[in-house]
Structure formats: structure tokens, C-alpha cells
């Protein structure tokens, strides 16, 4: 959802119930990351910013939003790591940053939720809000960290939950049946337009959410490879 306050703010999720309305922003990070004085950084060496001031942002944004029109809602944000394989060695933990492990708590409280007329009333409001067409079309400026690498459907753009890469073809839940492979390199091609440039394999696994034998197939097929050891990095053909 993206919402115009002055400033644009994108959200990912929002859950509304309980008096509450719940901010998730969901990220992706695959591996292992340590936290270095305020730095996520990973094995690559690769420094990621805090996430932390993006969603206070998005928090501070979403309370005036609801304030100017007249709703009384609590504003609850979390950040939300759901790769399995991401570890964040180092850190001493933040409420405010819900890890794989703690997802099932999470699911397990929004469960109970069943919102009432005035929250659903907030819902539309805020749907009705929601603008449509972000007017910067400058890709330059999108920084490639705070994209959902996760695989869309082509045809709906739903997230593809999981993907099975014993499997050659992936069902959307729209009914559109594609290729695995095609899929993939669609997703691949989206990254290398926001990246502007060439890409690691890790990049590419993340961006395709495959293992590094089914990437480095999928590579040989579709990229040319630049550089050598830790220094490879791949352009699209
Ligand atoms: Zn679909």
C-alpha cells in the first residue's frame, strides 16, 4: 500500500484488529549477517543500513495519517526477517524486529484478531487512500535493498510462497501456470533493472529464491560471467 502524507510511504503489510493497526515490513535477508555498531553486515562483507528509521518513518507516517482523519488506532510496527537461513550474530535483540523463529507467535496472535465495524471502517479508509501510481519513475533512486527480492506471479504479481525447484512448473494461485526457469530469470531480470549493473550469485539466489546449483544452471544458460573467485559477478545475456 502506498500512501501519500505530504511524503510518500510504502507499506508492506498491515493488519488491522484489536485497536491496533500492525505495520510489517518484510525482509528477506538470506545467511549470516553480524551486527557491527549500528551496521548489519554479511559475509560478502556487504553493509546493509539499519532497517530501524525506515519503519520509524513508516510508524511516525501511519499514526499522523490516521490522526488526520479522525481515527483513535494504536500503531504497533515490526520488522520481519522471514528467511530461515538469516542469523543476526551480535545483536541484542529489539522488539520492534521479529525473526524466523518468532514468526509462529506472531501468526498465532493475529489468529485471535477479529476486527470490529470501526476497524474495518479504518480498512477502507485506508484503502480508499491509497494511491496508485508512484510518480517517480527515476529506478535510479530505488535502493535495490528495500525490494522484496521474493519470486511474483507475472501475470498478478501475488508473492510466490515457496517454490519447488524438483519441480518444472510453478501454479500461481490465479490459476497461471509458468515455467520454474522462467519465472526465475523474469524475477532476475526486475533486479538487474533496479540494480543497474552486474550481480553476485548470492544476488541471484536471493532474487530467485533457488539453491546455488539450480542458479548456477539457470546462469549458464542465461548470463555471461565477469571477474574470478569472490570477485565473479554475472551479467544477463
Ligand atoms: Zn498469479
Given at each position: 500500500m502506498l500512501l501519500k502524507d505530504g511524503e510518500y510511504v510504502q507499506y508492506d503489510f498491515i493488519v488491522i484488529g484489536d485497536g491496533t493497526v500492525y505495520i510489517f515490513e518484510i525482509k528477506n535477508n538470506s545467511g549470516p549477517y553480524r551486527y557491527d555498531r549500528g551496521n548489519i553486515v554479511n559475509r560478502h562483507h556487504v553493509v546493509i543500513k539499519d532497517y530501524r528509521p525506515q519503519l520509524e518513518r513508516a510508524h511516525t507516517m501511519m499514526e499522523h495519517f490516521l490522526r488526520m482523519h479522525g481515527m483513535i488506532m494504536k500503531v504497533v510496527s515490526r520488522i520481519v526477517f522471514i528467511n530461515d537461513s538469516f542469523s543476526l550474530a551480535g545483536f541484542n535483540g529489539d522488539a520492534r524486529m521479529v525473526f524466523h523463529g518468532q514468526l509462529q507467535q506472531v501468526v498465532n496472535h493475529l489468529k485471535k484478531i477479529k476486527p470490529s465495524t470501526y476497524e474495518c471502517e479504518v480498512g477502507q479508509m485506508l484503502v480508499g487512500a491509497h494511491?496508485?501510481?508512484?510518480?517517480?519513475?527515476?529506478?535510479?533512486?530505488?535502493?535495490?535493498?528495500?525490494?522484496?527480492?521474493r519470486l511474483r506471479?507475472?501475470?498478478?504479481?501475488?508473492?510466490?510462497?515457496?517454490?519447488?525447484?524438483?519441480?518444472?512448473y510453478i501454479t500461481c494461485s490465479c490459476g497461471r501456470k509458468v515455467k520454474r526457469e522462467d519465472i526465475m530469470l523474469a524475477n532476475l531480470r526486475e533486479f538487474v533493472l533496479l540494480k543497474q549493473g552486474a550481480f553476485t550469485i548470492q544476488e541471484a539466489m536471493d532474487w530467485t529464491m533457488s539453491p546455488k546449483t539450480t542458479v548456477k544452471r539457470l546462469l549458464r544458460k542465461h548470463a555471461v560471467k565477469t571477474g574470478i573467485g569472490r570477485a565473479t559477478k554475472y551479467y544477463l545475456k
Open positions: 494511491v496508485d501510481k508512484y510518480p517517480y519513475q527515476n529506478v535510479r533512486q530505488v535502493a535495490v535493498d528495500v525490494i522484496d527480492p506471479c507475472q501475470s498478478c504479481r501475488q508473492l510466490i510462497a515457496e517454490i519447488d525447484t524438483m519441480k518444472k
